[in-house]
């Protein structure tokens, strides 16, 4: 009796210890897939045909490439806007940019000044918001894009500072060929040919006016044509002065809300980025914390560091394409470092695809490639929209996975809001969607049916993956111009342009099947698809429901918005100084391997 009663309570202690064991196991896997650190890798103006794992041969990037083998492949991985302002707008909100008031009307379609008062709105709720609520460590480092001020120079409304960011390094606007000397100017390109039409204007009245006075038609007092000559010449010194002061005023580095660095210096820039975000994680190892690291790579204008200037097979562009290559080593090492891999998810992507018309003053081309895409920057053909999509998460992401169905960067959002415990906003529409179940394989279709595609704030095409079906439909309402002609890129413009003249509409919409014609080179009909008018059928109701379900918002980038404001320019000495200054020289940097 008493040998059954003690085997009894050895299976019984058997039974408890299982169970306990059992619960510990749960907890632990629990715990490995919430909490995570988040690293965001974002490069800017990256062709998704400029990367080792998309399929390009001659670019060296094994870093990333790395990320690929150990993490998910996204194939078809889209950006809610080919511009810069409206693309990270929407990554860091999950939300359309045309909700946010982050979509133009007007032909500009980004921030161009520092002092210019439009920006990501206060009301706006990002996930560096939500994540720092959730007791994350969170920072920011490189380029921001999305406003600084709104009423004077010091109230930071738009600064990544009042989005959720504890700490920030870097630009608040962009990289500009403006910024460096020698590599022209984006501004004169634009604004040469309305600079030569506003001057022959002016010419030809003031010469009207000198003979219509001299052949005494009627009188013209010289007061009147000293004064109309005084405030042109004003006007134009005031231009040419701006311009050419545009590097003093534009071009700066700020640590948090303090310039440290004016203009900015691209010497050793990457490895400055890098070391910021190295002891960023180094300080914050024993927390979760969210990184963003926003590479100002490979933005024109292009630099690169003395260890990878002139290595590349690719010029300038490809040195620049490897340096970012080798930062991305460096997180992955310090991740590795401190025992943090298995306990972060990790991002890789580009705000849009390879401006491909960006070309030098001598002939080099400081653009990427975009695979088989059409296009590039600034349109919605394929080409300015796909981009790289790698994430890794050793132990609850599957190793070597690729994943073919639409995913937008949009899903960022929903997805590491989530694995931080944080709840979703429920006042407002998220259009991402949590990519967790399809990175886990626990579902094989992503929840996109509709994606949208704005050229501006102007619906320019929608994509529709029926629930039933490998088709992708792509329709297109209207397209840009190429010129010339028979490119594939706006050269004589720089960038393409949503509207008027520079347009082409279509009615019916261009129709093409992506699974069949992802390079969209023969639009199909209805000879040649019996299901046309079917598709265009749905895609307009879809259409109709998104479009009954925005709201008006302010236009953030009014050219009211657009414009420098004096008051609102950030000076860390003086204008007699020409708002040098430089604390950032000192900072020292890690030593570069490029091999």
């Not at 608040?172 to 100017?185: A, E, I, W, Y």
């Not at 002139?310 to 394409?321: C, E, N």
């Not at 990427?368 to 790698?390: A, D, F, H, M, Q």
Request: proline letters at 5%.
């Amino acid at each position: 009796m008493n040998q059954a009663a003690t085997s009894k309570r050895k299976k019984m202690g058997l039974l408890l210890f299982l169970t306990v064991l059992q619960c510990a196991i749960s907890s632990v896997n629990t715990y490995s897939v919430s909490n995570p650190n988040v690293v965001l890798l974002i490069a800017d103006d990256l062709g998704i045909g400029d990367l080792g794992c998309y399929g390009n041969r001659t670019l060296r990037t094994p870093h990333i490439d790395r990320l690929a083998k150990e993490g998910v492949t996204l194939t078809q991985h889209i950006a809610a806007s080919p511009l810069c302002t409206p693309s990270r707008a929407a990554f860091l909100t999950g939300r359309y940019p045309i909700r946010s008031g982050m979509a133009a009307f007007s032909r500009v379609g980004v921030f161009l000044f520092s002092a210019s008062s439009g920006g990501l709105p206060s009301e706006e709720i990002t996930f560096s918001k939500l994540l720092k609520q959730r007791g994350y460590a969170t920072a920011l480092i490189g380029k921001w894009h999305l406003g600084m001020n709104c009423e004077s120079n010091n109230d930071f409304c738009h600064h990544p500072l009042s989005h959720g960011f504890d700490y920030f390094y870097g630009l608040t606007v962009t990289n500009l060929r403006d910024c460096k000397p020698g590599q022209g100017s984006v501004f004169l390109k634009g604004v040469q040919m309305y600079l030569v039409i506003l001057i022959q204007i002016l010419g030809v009245t003031a010469v009207s006016l000198a003979v219509v006075h001299y052949v005494s038609f009627f009188k013209v007092p010289f007061e009147a044509l000293g004064f109309c000559l005084l405030i042109t010449c004003i006007s134009l010194a005031v231009l040419i002065f701006f311009f050419y002061h545009f590097r003093h005023l534009n071009c700066f580095l700020m640590r948090d809300h303090q310039i440290i660095q004016q203009p900015l210096s691209y010497e050793n820039l990457t490895q400055r980025l890098t070391t910021e975000a190295v002891r960023f994680i180094e300080r914050n190892h024993n927390a979760p914390f969210l990184l963003v690291l926003s590479y100002l790579h490979v933005h024109t204008a292009l630099y690169a560091s003395k260890m990878f200037r002139g290595k590349s097979r690719h010029g300038l562009y490809g040195d620049a394409v490897e340096e970012m290559d080798w930062s991305v080593g460096q997180i992955l090492d310090v991740l590795e470092n401190y025992n943090l891999s298995n306990r972060s998810l990790v991002y890789f992507s580009s705000d849009q695809g390879a401006h491909i018309e960006e070309i030098s003053s001598s002939g080099e081309v400081h653009g990427g490639c975009n695979g088989i895409y059409k296009g590039g920057k600034s349109t919605n053909w394929e080409g300015g929209i796909r981009v790289p999509g790698l994430l890794r998460w050793p132990g609850v992401i599957h190793a070597g996975t690729y994943i073919d169905d639409p995913t937008s960067n949009m899903d960022i959002f929903p997805t590491i809001v989530k694995l931080a415990g944080a709840q979703l906003p429920y006042d407002r529409i998220i259009d991402g969607h949590d990519l967790m179940p399809l990175l886990q394989g626990k579902v094989i279709r992503s929840k996109h049916e509709f994606l949208f595609h704005y050229c501006n704030a102007y619906l320019n095409a929608v994509r529709w993956h029926p629930r039933n079906s490998e088709s992708v439909w792509k329709v297109f309402f209207f397209t840009p111009n190429f010129t010339p002609e028979d490119s594939s890129g706006c050269y004589d413009s720089h960038v393409c342009f949503c509207y008027g003249g520079f347009i082409t509409q279509h009615d019916p919409p261009l129709l093409f099947d992506l699974s069949r014609d992802p390079e969209e080179k023969v639009p199909l009909t209805p000879e040649t698809e019996n299901r046309f008018y079917e598709i265009l059928s749905v895609i307009q109701l879809a259409v109709d429901n998104h479009t009954r379900s925005l709201q008006a918002v302010s236009d953030q980038l009014s050219w009211n918005n657009l414009v420098w404001k004096p008051w609102l320019q950030l000076c860390c000495s003086s204008f007699f100084q020409f708002c040098y200054c430089d604390y950032d020289s000192e900072n020292s940097v890690p030593e570069v391997h490029s091999g």
